[in-house]
């Protein structure tokens, strides 16, 4: 999976601008605010459909103008695929694969395989279990059209089922028969998710611990756990059994909407015990663990954007990460970095061709 050239209109701060790449190592060099991430989420937008950074999509178009236009051109499986991501204002986002637009954005999820690392994961830490719940999601529905569909549908059962219990709630009624109706579809839907995501997780850990042990020299022992209410019950009984619970509040208190992976180091949340450093090489051992699963699951290497990496690493970690991405696993690698001139000593460790792009 290679992207060949890129084109940008009116995204973010670029007015009108073209880049033609190496196949194997991208660099984007210079100060704060010239649009280096810019250049990577406009990668990540071809792949997603969406920024990584801005889910506002009007906040994506360049100040004053009315439009946005990403253009890629990608060489995958020996033949040229050009993805078209578009946006007008008032209009719904457009994404076109060989000038045809896809009906739903979700057939396109997964067939530019590609993963990101950035300081925005430190979110995965810091916020709430949504945010884990979504990097989970991501990595499953790259390679899985049917739990992406589950998942789709269990939100939208999801939704009218508490949009049901507020009607409840303000009519001062209540019909068990049509609650029954949601139980039992998101009985259906969420046991899926659950086992898909059990299953995954049963693969990802090893992946992701091997990962950690070779960013770290093997000196910290981490861990993953998945944390789910459908380890106590099956999801029909549980939505049973918090009913009450459930009018009371207004919304569906239980079920695959609130599970959750814990990060630990040393058996403690690395929230709160682990330094700076260690929770950045936890994040980019995750995230390389997310590249290895996508590849064995699609026999493809996802392209694989770097934004701003060696922030906050010391030298050792940045030398452990390099040797890691000198290797024919990898495919082609984008990195953005203030420092040019680290940029090139590091990329010149790595025995493959490259281009720098100074902005």
């Known amino acids: 999976m290679i992207l060949k050239t890129l084109s940008l209109i009116h995204y973010k701060n670029f007015e009108s601008q073209t880049f033609s790449f190496d196949s194997k190592i991208n660099c984007f060099v210079g100060k704060n605010g010239v649009g280096k991430t810019n250049v990577l989420d406009a990668i990540y937008h071809l792949s997603f459909g969406k920024s990584y950074f801005n889910p506002v999509t009007t906040q994506n178009i360049k100040h004053d103008e009315e439009f946005f236009v990403i253009d890629g051109v990608f060489d995958k499986d020996n033949r040229e695929e050009k993805i078209i991501v578009s946006f007008k204002k008032g209009q719904k986002k457009v994404i076109k694969r060989n000038s045809k637009a896809y009906e739903k954005f979700s057939d396109h999820i997964g067939f530019i395989p590609l993963v990101i690392i950035s300081p925005a994961d430190r979110d995965l830490i810091i916020e709430g279990s949504d945010t884990r719940r979504k990097f989970i999601d991501s990595v499953i529905s790259q390679s899985d059209k049917n739990y992406l569909a589950n998942l789709i549908n269990y939100n939208k059962v999801l939704g009218q089922r508490n949009a049901l219990l507020k009607y409840f709630a303000l009519n001062n009624t209540f019909n068990a028969q049509t609650i029954e109706v949601y139980n039992q579809q998101l009985h259906t839907y969420g046991s899926e998710i659950f086992k898909t995501r059990e299953a995954f997780l ?158």
């Open 202 to 359: 049963n693969a990802f850990i090893p992946i992701f611990k091997t990962r950690y042990n070779a960013i770290s020299n093997q000196n910290e022992v981490v861990n993953l756990s998945y944390k789910s209410d459908l380890f106590d019950a099956e999801l029909e009984v549980l939505l049973k059994s918090n009913l009450n619970k459930d009018k009371a509040l207004h919304y569906t208190s239980v079920g695959v909407h609130k599970d959750d992976l814990n990060f630990e180091i040393e058996s403690y949340p690395i929230k709160k015990f682990g330094s700076q450093g260690q929770q950045k090489s936890f994040l980019i051992a995750l995230k390389l663990a997310q590249f290895d699963f996508i590849k064995q699951q699609s026999g493809v290497a996802p392209i694989l954007l770097l934004d701003d990496i060696f922030d906050k690493l010391d030298e050792t970690r940045v030398a452990q990460i390099i040797q890691l991405v000198d290797d024919e696993h990898f495919g082609q690698l984008f990195i953005s970095d203030t420092h040019a001139d680290r940029t090139e000593n590091v990329v010149k460790q790595i025995h493959q061709s490259y281009k720098i792009f100074k902005l």
